[in-house]
């Protein structure tokens, strides 16, 4: 203690080799001189002086030495209690200077009995568990990072250019297209037209082939099928005349009697003549054949003939063919005729065929025409507007620069005000860790200093610090 009473009551300060007595117990003290330490008072023995007060230390005497002397060590007397306050002000304010550790319970009943005061906690203890860092340098950080946040979320980026790009490649990807389209019709159209240079041989494909798989798929004409029926019908025609033909060839093929007055005859074996033809047969007896006077005999009914057929070796058969012959002729005159009428009624379905396609061929290749002429100007509109698209996104580009630098140059000066702000803010403001807090403290509602040696530190609200000098924490303590 730094106060001590004599006889009469009166505080006295320690000095050399002086006795007093302690204001609160009555007990003797001694005076305590050295040179290092802040001379005090030393009871003479423990006693049971104030329970509340911890072993005094020269931390504790060096802060109660910086107060005028009346306001340390105060005795306080309330309901009955009374307690040492290490300093109290003019203005009834009590400062406890605190070492060790306290509890909670300990805390709440000081506040309590003292009042209006604040405490002051030597901090030397756990100075390696704390570490504190500057507030304004966290705020201007968090500052620095929110507008660069804020900046490269509000520019203008280059997904406006991107949709230029592939605004681009859209429409190159759409002219390909076209293009391969109109490539198409254009072959579609030289093939139509090629089918009616050579109309012709389209017809015939027409009519002799499957068109399904063809150009001709689509193009229908009732006169296909009078060409194909009238074709067919002329083929049966030919078939027959070349049957007649081989028939006649067949009959001139035979040898022709050399009998005088019979040569119009000719001479055939008996297995190629039936019977019934008898009557227009005559026979040759063999050994009269050359002589003057060949025996012809007439044959009379179908039984004579084959009673003669029996003796074929002995008999010379000779036929007259005359008849069958004109009438074969007259057969092949009659059915070349109806050919010719076919051909005839051919030519003019084949002619209407021809019209009918000739159209239909003239309108598949404007259809075409008219196709490519469409893709060709939706290629032109294409084309045109992909060679305005550079300039386009050059400009946006240009325009989103000024943009970005008009808002960086916004941003920048807003960033610095705000910069000045937490300067003057959050000056001598300090952000702290505390690790193995002594959480006791958590329970103070009371003021709370923290003593680092060379600086104090006001623990406030929100784990901040406020830094002071000893000087500005005396003249605060004065002026409370
Ligand atoms: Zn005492």
């Not at 000081?110 to 209006?116: A, C, L, P, V």
């Not at 030289?190 to 150009?215: A, C, M, P, T």
């Not at 083929?235 to 033909?245: H, N, P, R, V, Y």
């Not at 959050?426 to 003021?447: F, I, T, V």
Request: proline share 2%.
């Amino acid at each position: 203690m730094l106060i001590a009473v004599n006889n009469e009551n009166i505080r006295i300060l320690p000095q050399k080799g002086k006795r007093g007595f302690c204001p609160y117990c009555g007990n003797e003290v001694l005076a305590v001189c050295g040179e290092i330490n802040v001379w005090h008072w030393r009871h003479d023995v423990t006693s049971n002086c104030d329970l509340w007060k911890e072993h005094e230390t020269e931390w504790h005497r060096k802060w109660k030495d910086k107060f005028p002397e009346a306001w340390r060590e105060f005795i306080i007397t309330k309901n009955g209690e009374k307690h040492i306050a290490d300093i109290r002000t003019d203005s009834g304010l009590i400062v406890e200077f605190q070492n060790s550790s306290i509890s909670s319970e300990t805390i709440r009943v000081r506040e309590f009995f003292y009042g209006k005061m604040i405490w002051m906690i030597n901090a030397d203890y756990f100075k390696d568990n704390f570490s504190i860092r500057s507030l304004v340098k966290t705020r201007l950080r968090e500052n620095e990072f929110l507008y660069k946040g804020y900046f490269s979320y509000n520019k203008t980026d280059e997904k406006s250019i991107k949709e230029f790009e592939d605004r681009e490649r859209e429409i190159e990807r759409d002219i390909k297209a076209l293009e391969k389209r109109m490539d198409w019709f254009s072959s579609k159209k030289e093939s139509f037209e090629g089918h009616l240079e050579n109309i012709e041989k389209s017809i015939n494909y027409i009519v002799n082939r499957d068109r399904i798989y063809s150009d001709f798929r689509e193009f229908y004409s009732e006169n296909i099928d009078l060409v194909q029926q009238c074709q067919l019908e002329m083929d049966k025609l030919d078939k027959a005349i070349t049957q007649l033909s081989r028939q006649i060839d067949q009959v001139n093929g035979l040898s022709n009697s050399k009998t005088p007055g019979y040569e119009d005859l000719k001479i055939v074996d008996f297995n190629l003549v039936s019977a019934k033809s008898y009557a227009k047969c005559k026979l040759i007896k063999k050994d009269t054949l050359n002589t003057f006077f060949p025996e012809v005999i007439d044959v009379k009914s179908e039984s004579e003939f084959r009673w003669y057929s029996n003796q074929a070796n002995k008999y010379l058969l000779l036929i007259d063919l005359g008849e069958n012959i004109k009438e074969l002729t007259q057969r092949t005159q009659d059915i070349s005729q109806e050919k010719k009428d076919l051909e005839v009624k051919n030519i003019h379905s084949i002619n209407a065929l021809r019209k009918d396609l000739q159209k239909w061929l003239e309108k598949q290749t404007k259809e075409n025409e008219d196709e490519i002429e469409l893709l060709d100007l939706k290629i032109d509109n294409l084309q045109s507007i992909a060679i305005k698209l550079p300039i386009a996104k050059e400009k946006r580009l240009r325009e989103m620069e000024e943009e970005n630098l008009l808002l960086e140059q916004e941003l920048n000066e807003d960033q610095k005000k705000k910069e000045i702000e937490i300067k003057k803010g959050c000056k001598g403001k300090y952000l702290y860790d505390w690790k193995h807090r002594r959480k006791s403290w958590d329970y103070a509602e009371r003021p709370l200093l923290l003593d680092f040696g060379p600086h104090i530190f006001k623990v406030e609200p929100d784990g901040i610090l406020i830094k002071m000098s000893i000087e500005d924490f005396i003249e605060w303590i004065k002026n409370h």
